[in-house]
Every structure is written in structure tokens, then in C-alpha cells.
């Protein structure tokens, strides 16, 4: 089994930068992909970004050019840098783990952007 631990939300103001980490744990070379998702109030849980165990990433719309998703593998964990933050991004991100048919969920993180 795969757990996951996620760390380094907060506060930020506009046009700041947070990074993101989860760390897995378990059956880690079972790993297909990892990625992180976020929901905001009111709204589904969306795909923010994404990485495969071969390291192809992707990434929504709205935060390409900005964030980035990158892995550690001495270290099993999965990074999202935010950089450019806006209001909009506010949300509780959380890192998801692929294995077969089935899905890993950290217990979530949250970030703020507010002047």
C-alpha cells in the first residue's frame, strides 16, 4: 500500500511563490504516476499536474507556464512549485498516487492567496 504525507501550503500574497512537497511511503516501486489536485470552495477537485514514474508531466490549462511538478526519487516525494500565484489558485491541494487500478490521496494542504 502507498501513503502520503503532503507539506508547505500557507499563506501567500499574489504574485508569490509556495512549493509544495509529498512524500510516499509503501509499496513505493509500485508508483505508476503521481500529481497533485486542489479543490476550492464550491468547486470539484481538479487535476493541477501530474508526472509519470518516467518523469513525462502535464499539466491544467491555467496553471501551465507557472507551476511545475518535479520528483525526488532517493527521496520518494513529489514537488509542486507555484510560482505567479493568483487569488484564483486558493485551494486545498492534494498528492495522488497511481497504482493499477487504484488511487492513493494525501490528506490535503491548504493554500491561500489574498493580498
Known amino acids: 500500500q502507498v501513503q502520503l504525507v503532503e507539506s508547505g501550503g500557507g499563506l501567500v500574497q499574489p504574485g508569490g511563490s509556495l512549493r509544495l512537497s509529498c512524500a510516499a511511503s509503501g509499496s513505493i516501486f509500485s508508483i505508476y504516476a503521481m500529481g497533485w489536485y486542489r479543490q476550492a470552495p464550491g468547486k470539484q477537485r481538479e487535476l493541477v499536474a501530474g508526472i ?5 508531466a502535464n499539466y491544467a490549462d491555467s496553471v501551465k ?37 487504484m488511487s492513493y ?11
Open 65 to 101: 507556464g507557472r507551476f511545475t511538478i518535479s520528483r525526488d526519487n532517493a527521496k520518494n516525494t513529489v514537488y509542486l512549485q507555484m510560482n505567479s500565484l493568483k487569488p484564483e489558485d486558493t485551494a486545498v491541494y492534494y498528492c495522488n498516487a497511481v497504482v493499477g487500478p
Open 105 to 115: 490521496w494525501g490528506q490535503g494542504t491548504q493554500v491561500t492567496v489574498s493580498s
Open 52 to 56: 509519470t514514474s518516467g518523469g513525462r
